[in-house]
């Protein structure tokens, strides 16, 4: 599904056709689909940057789609139909790789499409490395971790990840996110692996089946979810002793909710998200998609997102900018996953691994959830 250099070079000058189009005809769409995940992170991208956009721009309307999680298959059969309904994507940097690759995302040059920093640093430095594909423009860095209830694990709460497998120290159902991703990899870490020779043993057949093997050990007390808001509901409702989520979700079930929800740091897996841009779309409707992403991917609005949720900005110079959550008035670096008490084990998660196996793992993994 891969495109020609050709027609490559013809979707990367899309951008620059749609800004001259708009310009000289005064026509941009007045509606946008955008498409997150729902639940705490999606209204903190609400309230950051949509609603600040719109009262900015009288007349544009926005509707939010929470298909995040299935993103490429959906792209996928949009441009196979020919009928591409959504303008712009919200999706993990290792989709954004899968994406880019199928050609199914636009490549963008973010020193020409997206605002410099207040210093006038260019996009390009001020992302950095975070930039991890031509279609992908980060806008935070986030961990999937545990949380657990402080209620129902005694006097003894987990201070190792591993407790999701000690079913006699902790008894009780857990959720995890019904996809390989993460799940392999803690498998692995507990069982035995070292963390620097988890992707080497994952790439295997041998380690696939020893990481399945593992998770074997607990299937039978596992509620499998798929929207970020469902372990956060499940914790408060006392339905499982643990689960995993990202750390931005637990967060508003702690701090906003006061559940009884305490954070597993240890082995939280870094990762980023950030939106990407459906390729093919109409040049009325790229120009406003376009003139939106420079707004929403500033400096200030990506700060101002932390004010919602405890997700990193992914610009540099966004982070001095990170001060107390909108409505608690609570500090919320400490409540970051690059804070260096909740970082001392990270899982540094491998995005080239994720976008080169994924589609094979997904089989075996559905496959093994069936049986």
Known sequence: ?????TLMATTALTVAAASAYAESHGNMAD?????????AYQSSQQKAYVEPYLAANEGVSATWDESSNEAVAKLRAMNEAGNVTWDLVDVVASDAIRLCDEGLAMEIDADEALAAAPDGTPASDDFGDLIVSDCFIPQIVYSTTFGYRTDMVGDNPPTDVCAVFDLETYPGKRALEKR????????????????????DVLETEEGQEQALAKLDTIKDNVIWWSAGADTPQLLADGEVVMGSTYNGRLFSVIEEQKQPVAMLWDAQVFDLDGWIVPAGLPADRLARVMDFLKFATDTQRLADQAKYISYGPARQSSAPLVGKHA????????????DPDNAKNTFLYNYEFWADYRDDIDAKFQAWLAQ
């Not at 599904?1 to 250099?5: A, Q, S, Y």
């Not at 509606?31 to 639940?39: A, D, H, I, K, R």
């Open 1 to 5: 599904m891969k495109l020609t250099k």
């Open 31 to 39: 509606s946008m689909t955008l498409v997150s995940w729902g639940g």
């Open 327 to 338: 409505e608690l008035g609570i500090e919320m670096a400490p409540h970051m996953p690059t």
């Open 180 to 199: 390989p991703i993460n799940n392999m990899e803690w498998a692995l870490l507990c069982d035995g692996v070292a963390k620097a020779d988890v992707y």
